[in-house]
């Protein structure tokens, strides 16, 4: 199974070897007379919830969503799916919010007993803000923080990581692709912007961040191809502290736009973004989501992936 990419990369004195498997055909999440992008998994009693974008196929890809994208809930049994629509979570509501227009980027976590699901929405504001709603149940029902997260400026592609003591790093890029990271001593805040260039060194977006083995990581899109060589290829970092020195693993290639069925038939798609991970209950990293668009049709595809320390 495990086929399409193997790559290892050192890191001190371990390495890392990162496979990525086949996929059913008809595994991921489609909606028929929708743009689906976006997508952030997480499993809650045996059941694997999807929160993922959606906009209607009568406004253009992708800028239709600044108008029309609303933020959705699909269920699967198991983790490449298919998965089933099941509710809106966040559409448009009063015009005199902050996300008014629309809701777009989901990014699910849990922190202690709540569930925090991070978005960037455009409302009565010029640009786009983030901020997040809580709920106790997976399910909801869901409460919309009434307002954004105070950046002051065009903020876009919020990644999050909660350490055990509740106190969150949230990572996300203005309009030119500068990149920022805060912390907060919860998700409530308040939020202080700790590394205001992250990576001045090219055009990066769409992140994710994690940790293992110490060591803070951040796989994203490599915009323009300035780390990877390749445009939005997926790609990976690390740091130390999560907050400053942030330097290419290596190899630096996560993902390409490859994707393969079963058949060994691969597809090589238009576009490949958004990566997130999803880490079991026991902290072991089993998938890789991203949004794809291939042949027009667009659509959130997990992809099985095998992420083991070797030693050297």
Known sequence: MFCLVSMAFGQEDSRYLIETGSV??????????????CGSAIQVDGVYHLFASRWPRSTQFPKGYMTHSEIVRATADNPLGPYTFKEVVLGKRDP???????????SIYKTGDTYVLYYNARGNAPYRQIGYATAKHITGPWTRNDHPIDFGRDANNPAAF?????????????????????????YKGPYTIVNDNVWPHCKLEDFYLFKLDGHYHMICEDNAGGVSGHHRWGVHFTSDDGIHDWHPAHPIVFYTHSITWPDNIGIHCQRRERPQLLIDENGNITHLFTSVL?????????????????SR
Do not use: C
């Open 24 to 37: 059913p055909k008809e595994s991921g999440f489609k909606m028929k007379d929708w743009f689906v992008w």
């Open 294 to 310: 291939f042949q027009g049709e667009t659509w959130n595809q997990p992809v099985p992936i095998s992420f083991t320390k070797k």
């Open 96 to 106: 005199n919010y902050w996300d008014a227009i629309m809701t777009h980027n989901p």
């Open 162 to 186: 909660f350490e055990p003591d509740g106190s969150v790093k949230l990572m996300w890029r203005d309009r030119t692709l500068g990149i920022y990271l805060a912390t907060a001593p919860s």
